[in-house]
C-alpha cells in the first residue's frame, strides 16, 4: 500500500487540506498496484489448463507482476526485466520447481548493454517452449527501452533515442520507430513463442495514451497497425533525416499485422491504466468532500504548453465552481529540450502553472508521475500554490527563466515542492490534479 505520507511537501505540511490532497494522491496509485491488479485478474480470469507456466515479466512494475503470479500459480521459470528489482522480498519464487527467477536491470530511457543483454535472454527464453505450455507475459511501461534486440548497431538505436527525446517526440511515435527496428517488438516476442506453438497470455498495465496496447513496451505480443510509411513521417516531421545514423531508414521492416496467425494463440489484457487512477482519485476527493470534475484524460504535447493551459481552466474554474472543488487530467507530456538544466516532464508542467496561478488564494495544481520519476530525477513532480511565484521570488528565481533551460528541478528544491515518493514500482502515465479549498 501506497502510504499517504509520501506525498509530503513543505507546502502540503503547513495546508489545512494538506492530508485530504495527500491521501486523493495515495488514492490514484493504490489503485493501479501492480501485483494487486494481476491477482484481481487471474481471480476473475483463470489461466488456461496446461502442462508447464513461463513468466516473464518486463517494464518497471515487472517484479512486482512477476511476484504475483508466483503467489497465483505454478511457475516452471520466470525471465523479469525491468528497472528496480523490488527491495520487498528477496526470492518471491520459491514455488517454482526448483529454478530461481532470473532478474536482469536493463537500461532507460535510452537502451544500453543491459537492454541487449535483455532481448538476447527473452530470445533464449522462449527458445525452450514447447506446444504444451503456457507463457504468461507481464507487460508495463519502460519496456520499450529495458529490452531490445535492435536490427542496427545498438550505439545507432541510443543516437536515434536521444534525437527523438531531444526533440520532444511523442512516446507513441518513438515507439513506432522501435517496432520497425527490432525483432522483439511489434509482435517479434510472440511470434518467438509462437514457432515453438506455445499459447501467450499477456497482462498489461498500460502507460500510453488510449491504452493502445501495440505502444505499450512497443508491443511485444501485440499486432502492429503501423506502417514503415509510418516510421518515415516522423522521422521527416521532427526533421532528423540528416541527424541521425544512415543505418536506420534501410532497416525498417514491417510488423506483424492484426489478421497474423501469429495471434491465434495471444491474449492481450489491460489490467491497469491511467483511467483506473484517475477515478480512484477522483472517488477519494469526493470522500473529502471536493466537487470534483475530471477536465481531461489523453494529455499529449508539450509540457509547458500544457501545465499553463490547465491552471488557466484552474483560475477560471474558481469564478465559476463553488469552493471546495477538484480538477483532475492524466495522460504523458513531452518536453522540447532547449537548455541543459534538470527537470522532467511534470515538473516542467508544475513550472509552467506558476505564474498563471501567482497571487491566487487556496489553490494547488500537482502533476506527477505514477512510477515516481519524473526523468532523470528523484522527484515524481512537483507542486504549485498562489504563493509559488512570490517565495521563488524572494530567493531571486523566476518562472521563465528556469522553464527555458528545462531546469525546473532547481526551481522547486529550494522552494521544498518536490515530490519525492520514490519509486512506486507501477507505471501508467502521469497525473494533474488542482485543488481549489
Same mark, same amino acid.
Given at each position: 500500500?501506497f502510504e499517504p ?6 507546502t ?10 495527500m491521501r ?6 493504490n ?5 494487486a ?5 487471474l481471480?476473475e480470469?483463470p489461466?488456461?489448463?496446461?502442462r ?14 512477476t511476484?504475483?503470479?508466483?503467489d497465483e500459480t505454478?511457475l516452471?521459470?520466470?525471465l523479469?526485466?525491468t528497472?528496480h528489482?523490488s527491495?520487498?522480498?528477496v ?5 517454482t520447481?526448483g529454478k ?5 536491470l ?6 544500453g548493454?543491459?537492454s ?8 533464449k ?8 505450455d503456457l ?5 508495463? $511501461? @519502460? %519496456?520499450? #527501452?529495458?529490452m531490445? +534486440?535492435? /536490427? ?5 538505436l ?7 527525446l531531444a526533440c520532444?517526440?511523442r512516446?507513441?511515435?518513438i515507439?513506432?520507430?522501435r517496432?520497425?527496428l527490432?525483432?522483439?517488438? $511489434? @509482435? %517479434?516476442? #510472440?511470434?518467438?513463442? +509462437?514457432? /515453438?506453438?506455445?499459447r ?5 498495465l498500460s ?9 505499450i513496451?512497443?508491443?511485444p505480443?501485440?499486432p502492429?497497425p ?9 522521422i ?9 545514423p544512415?543505418s536506420?531508414t534501410?532497416?525498417?521492416i514491417?510488423?506483424?499485422k492484426?489478421?497474423?496467425p501469429v495471434?491465434?494463440?495471444v ?9 483506473i ?6 472517488g477519494q476527493a ?6 470534483t ?8 504535447d508539450d509540457?509547458?504548453i500544457i501545465g499553463?493551459?490547465?491552471?488557466l481552466?484552474?483560475k ?5 465552481r463553488q ?13 522540447k ?6 527537470g ?5 508542467l ?5 505564474d498563471?496561478?501567482a497571487?491566487l488564494?487556496d ?7 505514477t512510477?515516481g520519476?519524473?526523468?532523470?530525477t528523484d ?8 504563493e509559488?511565484?512570490?517565495r ?9 527563466d ?5 531546469d525546473?528541478?532547481?526551481y ?18 502521469d497525473l494533474?490534479?488542482?485543488?481549489a479549498?
Amino acid at each position: 500500500m501506497f502510504e499517504p505520507e509520501r506525498f509530503y511537501t513543505s507546502t502540503l505540511k503547513t495546508c489545512a487540506r494538506g492530508n485530504a490532497v495527500m491521501r486523493t494522491l495515495a488514492s490514484a496509485f493504490n489503485a493501479v498496484e501492480p501485483g494487486a491488479a494481476v491477482k484481481k485478474y487471474l481471480r476473475e480470469n483463470p489461466l488456461p489448463t496446461t502442462r508447464r507456466i513461463f513468466a516473464l515479466g518486463l517494464g518497471k512494475a515487472a517484479y512486482a507482476m512477476t511476484s504475483a503470479l508466483a503467489d497465483e500459480t505454478r511457475l516452471c521459470d520466470s525471465l523479469i526485466i525491468t528497472k528496480h528489482a523490488s527491495p520487498l522480498r528477496v526470492d518471491p519464487f520459491d514455488k517454482t520447481q526448483g529454478k530461481p527467477a532470473t532478474v536482469i536491470l536493463g537500461d532507460h530511457p535510452v537502451p544500453g548493454i543491459a537492454s541487449l543483454a535483455a532481448g538476447n535472454a527473452s530470445l533464449k527464453f522462449t527458445a525452450q517452449l514447447t506446444p504444451d505450455d503456457l507463457l504468461v507475459c507481464l507487460i508495463s $511501461g @519502460g %519496456g520499450s #527501452a529495458l529490452m531490445t +534486440a535492435p /536490427r542496427i548497431p545498438l550505439k545507432d538505436l541510443q543516437s536515434l533515442t536521444s534525437a527523438l527525446l531531444a526533440c520532444g517526440a511523442r512516446i507513441d511515435e518513438i515507439n513506432i520507430l522501435r517496432r520497425h527496428l527490432d525483432q522483439l517488438k $511489434g @509482435g %517479434g516476442l #510472440a511470434r518467438s513463442a +509462437a514457432l /515453438r506453438g506455445a499459447r501467450i497470455v499477456s497482462l498489461l498495465l498500460s502507460d500510453v495514451v488510449n491504452d493502445s496496447v501495440e505502444a505499450i513496451a512497443s508491443g511485444p505480443t501485440a499486432p502492429d497497425p503501423t506502417t514503415c510509411a509510418d516510421a518515415l513521417a516522423i522521422i521527416e516531421k521532427y526533421n532528423l533525416k540528416n541527424k541521425i545514423p544512415a543505418s536506420i531508414t534501410p532497416a525498417l521492416i514491417e510488423t506483424l499485422k492484426p489478421k497474423d496467425p501469429v495471434f491465434e494463440k495471444v491474449q492481450n489484457a489491460i489490467i491497469a491504466s491511467n483511467e483506473i487512477a484517475l477515478r480512484a482519485a477522483q472517488g477519494q476527493a469526493q470522500k473529502e468532500s471536493f466537487e470534483t470534475l475530471i477536465l481531461r484524460a489523453g494529455l499529449q504535447d508539450d509540457a509547458s504548453i500544457i501545465g499553463r493551459e490547465i491552471a488557466l481552466q484552474l483560475k477560471e474554474s474558481i469564478q465559476t465552481r463553488q469552493r471546495p472543488f477538484c480538477l483532475l487530467a492524466g495522460g504523458e507530456t513531452t518536453v522540447k529540450l532547449n537548455g541543459n538544466g534538470k527537470g522532467g516532464r511534470n515538473q516542467q508542467l508544475a513550472l509552467a502553472a506558476v505564474d498563471v496561478l501567482a497571487g491566487l488564494q487556496d489553490v494547488m495544481l500537482i502533476s506527477l508521475a505514477t512510477d515516481g520519476e519524473d526523468g532523470p530525477t528523484d522527484a515524481a513532480g512537483a507542486l504549485v500554490t498562489g504563493e509559488t511565484a512570490q517565495r521563488a521570488k524572494m530567493l531571486g528565481m523566476t518562472a521563465p527563466d528556469y522553464l527555458l533551460r528545462n531546469d525546473a528541478y532547481s526551481y522547486f528544491n529550494p522552494l521544498g515542492d518536490l515530490i519525492k515518493t520514490g519509486s512506486s514500482g507501477t507505471n501508467v502515465n502521469d497525473l494533474v490534479i488542482c485543488f481549489a479549498f
